[in-house]
């Protein structure tokens, strides 16, 4: 079973704010999780094929970018109908302090 500390290392590290209920079945289900990481690691996967690759078959499969003349458009025309603008932005109240 994985110990005490390493349940506080991970929650710390995950940021969980566990109390000693939820830190109990916690540790339980990363035992379980890791348990069942043991029993994969002894199943025979040497005839299985690897995976599948779209970006080995396809490797260009990328555009490149390119203005749309739409967009630009579009955009110009939502910053001219805001009440506010600067530097081509859209102005709004402060919300957060």
Same mark, same amino acid.
């Given at each position: 079973?994985?110990?005490? &500390?390493?349940? =506080?290392?991970?929650? =710390? !590290?995950?940021?969980?704010?566990?109390?000693?209920?939820?830190?109990?079945?916690? &540790?339980?289900?990363?035992?379980?999780?890791? *348990? /069942?990481?043991?029993?994969?690691?002894?199943?025979?996967?040497?005839? @299985?094929?690897?995976?599948?690759? #779209?970006? +080995?078959? /396809?490797? *260009? #499969?990328?555009?490149?970018? +390119?203005? =749309?003349? &739409?967009? @630009?458009?579009?955009? *110009?025309?939502? #910053?001219?109908?805001?009440? +506010?603008?600067?530097?081509? /932005? @859209? =102005? #709004?109240?402060?919300? !957060?302090?």
């Amino acid at each position: 079973m994985i110990s005490h &500390q390493e349940v =506080k290392h991970i929650a =710390k !590290l995950a940021r969980l704010g566990l109390n000693e209920d939820d830190f109990d079945a916690f &540790q339980k289900d990363i035992t379980d999780i890791l *348990n /069942y990481f043991d029993l994969l690691k002894e199943v025979d996967a040497s005839r @299985i094929d690897p995976s599948f690759s #779209v970006i +080995e078959k /396809y490797p *260009n #499969v990328l555009r490149k970018d +390119e203005e =749309k003349p &739409q967009l @630009i458009e579009t955009t *110009n025309k939502l #910053v001219e109908a805001a009440p +506010e603008e600067k530097d081509r /932005y @859209i =102005k #709004v109240k402060t919300i !957060l302090k």
